[in-house]
């Protein structure tokens, strides 16, 4: 049986926690994020998801933003 390739992080949804738009990187940066996280490749998955306090489209001044890498948990599904 072969093996499944680790989700590709750059491939996370990203959404600003204090507007709820949708927030676009510089490719890598998503990467980035979870190398700093301490989460390894292997631990992301469809149901996750980066969340960003500010963005932006909100809070134009600032430059950079505290994340979480969150998983959806299936009742968000339902």
């Known amino acids: 049986m072969g093996s499944v390739a680790p989700f590709d ?3 996370l949804y990203v ?6 738009e949708p927030v676009i990187w510089e490719p890598g940066k998503s990467t980035e994020i979870l190398h700093w996280s301490g989460m ?6 469809a149901t ?3 969340v960003s306090q500010g963005c932006p489209h909100c809070t134009p001044e600032e430059e950079f933003f505290d994340t979480q890498i969150v ?7 339902a």
């Open 9 to 11: 992080p750059e491939l």
């Open 15 to 20: 959404e600003c926690a204090s507007c709820g």
């Open 40 to 45: 390894s490749i292997l631990e992301i998955d």
């Open 48 to 50: 996750c998801m980066i």
């Open 71 to 77: 998983r959806l948990s299936n009742e968000a599904f």
